[in-house]
């Protein structure tokens, strides 16, 4: 938010100058409640072309040489920042209006406002947060209402991510969000601990069961910051209409601050699905390099198993997504999955963020070569026709 000169405190520092006297005015302290917004816009092209438009296995950056709005984000916040020893609320409210609105949708919340339209609306956020100081100095803080999940090393929020492209963890093998409750108990200064209760994976005002979930995990913050791991997991009947078998969707994502400019992020996933005695697990290993101040280059590599052909799947349908975690069937016969498959991935690219004036907050370009393969020799791409993809994207974050 802009703040406004004043004048007559001006005339004072000056005065005050001139007299030899120190300038020890303070300062308007920041505004604790904050609107603030990025527009993201992106395409990926695809030298194959297949005709059902689709690059498989891939949601965010799903159409093939096809400039898409994937978001315009209204964020209102007001965010913890407690005091030693004091009680603090914030809330969070996120509008979302974009093409990767399609796959981030809750249900009962925007579930159904698909039609054929390629952009959609969401409400990818909606919480409360209170922080209470007790128990350690650290306290305890909850976040009540519609969350994003804490796993995996990639968000939706496109302003944390290197790649514009996501891996096959985050898009088969974490959830997207949350709807009930999460407490954070900061344990120490190094220990955090997560546990809460929810409707279940990308649910909300409606459920696809009549049973809840548990997310949880630890977190720790080691050698000042430079080394974190985070360890979590959500547990819980998923399946339509199926109240018993359990889904697992674990990660252990950690962050580490090699040097100055160079930094490292392992994530690791295993996914579990006891009603179809499915299992997924996978590796992606980033590294980014700072180059100056205004560049940065990365490469990140990834290898997913989908033992079963349960996880990974391209929807071509705009409102498929939902019909699937509806329990409804997918209406498209272009959407479809790869089967028994062992994805590899390969993404190099980079971040190019000049300086830009007020009120753009920044700009970020992050131009990419990614190569896919199916390793055990399956044809999952360009229309179940072959064993490899080649893509090059690129898309340009405006934050305001």
């Not at 955090?192 to 630890?218: A, Q």
């Not at 705009?318 to 409804?328: F, I, K, N, S």
């Not at 069937?329 to 991935?345: E, F, K, L, Q, S």
């Not at 992050?366 to 064993?387: K, M």
Request: hydrophobic share 35%.
């Amino acid at each position: 938010m802009r703040q406004l000169f004043n004048f007559p405190l001006a005339l004072c520092l000056a005065a005050a100058a001139i007299a030899g006297e120190p300038e020890t005015a303070s300062l308007t302290p920041e505004p604790r409640f904050k609107i603030s917004g990025w527009v993201d816009n992106g395409i990926t092209f695809n030298p194959a072309s297949p005709a059902d438009n689709q690059n498989f296995g891939r949601f965010f950056d799903d159409r093939v040489n096809e400039p898409l709005l994937n978001q315009l984000v209204i964020n209102f916040e007001r965010a913890l920042a407690p005091q030693p020893g004091q009680f603090d609320w914030g809330f969070k409210l996120q509008f979302m209006y974009g093409s990767d609105a399609r796959f981030i949708h809750s249900l009962g919340l925007f579930s159904n406002t698909a039609g054929t339209s390629i952009v959609q609306p969401d409400l990818p956020e909606a919480y409360l947060s209170l922080h209470f100081p007790f128990i350690s100095e650290g306290g305890l803080d909850l976040k009540l209402g519609k969350f994003v999940t804490l796993e995996g090393a990639e968000t939706i929020d496109p302003r944390t991510n290197f790649f514009y492209s996501h891996t096959y963890i985050f898009d088969f093998g974490i959830p997207f969000n949350h709807t009930g409750g999460l407490a954070i108990f900061h344990a120490t200064k190094w220990l955090d601990l997560y546990s809460g209760i929810t409707r279940g994976v990308n649910t909300s005002i409606e459920d696809n069961n009549d049973n809840v979930s548990f997310p949880g995990g630890v977190g720790l913050n080691l050698l000042d910051g430079k080394l974190t791991i985070l360890a979590t997991t959500s547990i819980g009947p998923e399946t339509p209409n199926d109240n018993h078998d359990q889904r697992y969707l674990n990660c252990i994502t950690t962050t580490w601050k090699i040097t100055d400019k160079l930094t490292s992020i392992t994530d690791l996933n295993y996914a579990r699905d006891d009603g179809t005695d499915a299992d997924a697990y996978g590796i992606a290993q980033y590294f980014t390099c700072a180059i100056n101040s205004w560049l940065t280059a990365g490469i990140r590599g990834e290898v997913f198993s989908d033992q079963q052909g349960f996880y990974v799947v391209s929807f071509a349908n705009t409102h498929d997504p939902m019909r699937a975690l509806e329990g409804e069937p997918t209406i498209d016969p272009r959407t479809v999955g790869g089967g028994h498959t062992t994805y590899g991935a390969i993404t190099a690219g980079v971040n190019i963020k000049p300086t830009m004036a007020k009120p753009i907050s920044s700009l970020n370009i992050r131009p990419e070569l990614r190569y896919d393969r199916a390793l055990n020799g399956t044809h999952p791409f360009n229309q179940s026709s072959d064993v490899d993809q080649f893509t090059v994207g690129v898309d340009c974050i405006l934050t305001f």
